[in-house]
């Protein structure tokens, strides 16, 4: 999502650097929608401005879950981790002085790394891992404090192309669920805070 800001010099816009923090919650397949809980969706990313509005640019991401082990009889301490890097395209919509509205959409490819006690007693290895592209359509509502930082509003919807299933961990099945509550890819929606800082001119 772009930084741009707009003032009556027109200054042309600069590269930035945006961090983002948000808690994630799963949204399909049912199972991982159940069975999983957000703790934290970090994104870190390098931008450049495409003309006064556009930019695009290059984001490192990870998103961290917890496993409900409460609802199997077997201990598990499973967590999952999906570490990935995407590219980014976006649009700024200047609604007033102080406040931009941003639109962006990233496609990249993402690791799933379920880790559990299961997994390890079952294999020897701590480790399920699966992997896939993702895409992550956002939008960002933020104040602009100065010439070179604002901070903000962000809400993501991210799609991974790849299903939570009993083999995250290990075990054959999940007690009460139906192979159709496997069906379907991991989707989140995520909601927190961001902020922008641009790369400042040489004097």
């Known amino acids: ?49 495409i003309g006064e509005r556009f930019h695009a640019g290059v984001v490192l991401e990870h998103t961290y879950f917890t496993f409900d082990d409460l609802s199997i009889p077997e201990r598990t301490n499973a967590t999952m981790q999906m570490p990935g890097a995407s590219v980014t395209v976006g649009y700024t919509v200047p609604s007033s002085e102080k406040l931009n509205i941003e639109f962006a959409m990233n496609v990249g490819y993402s690791y799933m790394l379920t880790a559990s006690e299961t997994c390890l007693d079952s294999t020897g290895s701590k480790y399920h891992v699966q992997n896939g592209l993702h895409l992550r359509p956002n939008v960002g509502f933020y104040l602009i404090t100065n010439e070179y930082l ?54």
Request: charge should be positive; include cysteine; proline fraction near 7%.
């Open 1 to 49: 999502m772009p930084f741009t800001v707009f003032s009556q010099r027109s200054e042309k816009p600069k590269p930035f650097f945006k961090g983002v923090f948000q808690l994630p919650n799963g949204t399909s397949n049912f199972a991982f929608k159940k069975l999983m809980g957000g703790v934290s969706d970090v994104g870190l990313s390098l931008n450049f401005p």
């Open 150 to 203: 604002s901070f903000g509003l962000t809400l993501s919807y991210s799609v991974y192309m790849s299903e939570f299933s009993p083999a995250n961990i290990c075990v054959p099945e999940f007690s009460g669920y139906q192979n159709s509550d496997y069906s379907g890819n991991y989707q989140m929606f995520a909601i927190g805070f961001g902020f922008r800082t641009s790369l400042a001119s040489r004097k």
